[in-house]
């Protein structure tokens, strides 16, 4: 990266070449079962962004969180001297690639698969479907609330150094805002639980997102209701397959099919047993449609 680190990039089969991005904390081997059967005729580059994976040890950039992993694509692409690539993203990949496209990055994308994700993560007059819809408010209140707790422990790099009280204190909004993500309300009084474990334990749970400045920086980014990329939708004429969990608790079908309407020749995918990843509510309904995403192009 253009900071001297190093990231994590799986790099599968042979063929034309499919650049993959994450949701948040998701590790890039989540899509292995879904490319295997399609090696012999695409070359899929699978990142890890900062903090997650192979990338966990990797640490954030200053700034705006969306930026820095915006910029660490730049570099992947220019790394592997990608052209003419399909581009393929979930939740934050999502949020990555609209990034990217308003920096001008979709110059060589031939196609792209958008997964469950807004065109704008704040709510505005204009816009009410952007992260956690209309309960936006009451919950960006509930990661500022996570923000000061964790703030008042500068020297623990991660969440399990934190003493129990803070961990205890910081984690039934945690774990609700996880399970959201999630979109499993089940998982909720599993997190609790796991959160509450003694230290020498949690250290070895993989959580998302483990390290408090990672946290720290999504909690900022997330919760200054910024990121709107309705403006440079459609400025390329990619076509989209926009993937949309019908049941997503983060993000509501009108605000993903914006996507859709403003790129040529594209459509959307309703996924009716789905929540916020499709990819494990709907495993096989997902094969289908990249296996259809990757005959397309």
């Not at 990034?99 to 204009?126: T, W």
């Not at 796991?194 to 400045?213: N, Q, T």
Request: charged share 20%; with cysteine.
């Amino acid at each position: 990266m253009r900071d001297g680190a190093a990231l994590h990039v799986r790099v599968l089969g042979r063929g034309q070449p499919v650049l993959m991005l994450p949701g948040l904390g998701m590790s890039a081997n989540s899509w292995l079962p879904f490319i295997l059967p399609h090696l012999a005729r695409f070359r899929f580059y699978l990142v890890d962004f900062r903090g997650a994976g192979g990338s966990a040890g990797v640490a954030f950039k200053p700034g705006d969180v969306f930026q820095s992993h915006t910029e660490d694509v730049q570099d992947v692409i220019a790394h592997f001297g990608l052209r003419n690539f399909l581009l393929v993203g979930i939740s934050l990949g999502c949020t990555t690639s609209l990034h990217l496209q308003r920096e001008g990055g979709f110059a060589d994308v031939k196609r792209y698969m958008h997964i469950d994700q807004s065109p704008c993560v704040g709510n505005r007059e204009d816009w009410s479907h952007g992260l956690f819809g209309s309960r936006q408010q009451e919950l960006f209140e509930k990661l500022r609330e996570i923000l000061s707790v964790i703030d008042r422990y500068p020297n623990c790099q991660r969440f399990a150094d934190l003493p129990l009280a803070a961990r205890i204190e910081a984690s039934d909004t945690l774990s609700e805002v996880l399970a959201l993500m999630a979109g499993a309300k089940v998982l909720l009084p599993l997190l609790r639980g796991v959160m509450r474990l003694p230290r020498s334990l949690l250290k070895y749970v993989p959580l998302p997102v483990a390290r408090l400045d990672d946290m720290r920086a999504y909690l900022a980014a997330y919760s200054s209701g910024g990121h709107d990329y309705r403006s440079s939708l459609g400025r390329d004429a990619v076509p989209v397959t926009v993937i949309t969990g019908v049941h997503s608790p983060l993000y509501a079908e009108a605000g993903q099919a914006l996507v859709a309407s403003a790129h040529p020749r594209s459509r959307v995918l309703r996924f009716e047993r789905s929540g916020h990843v499709p990819l494990t509510d709907e495993p096989l309904r997902f094969a289908r449609a990249l296996s259809g995403f990757l005959r397309e192009a």
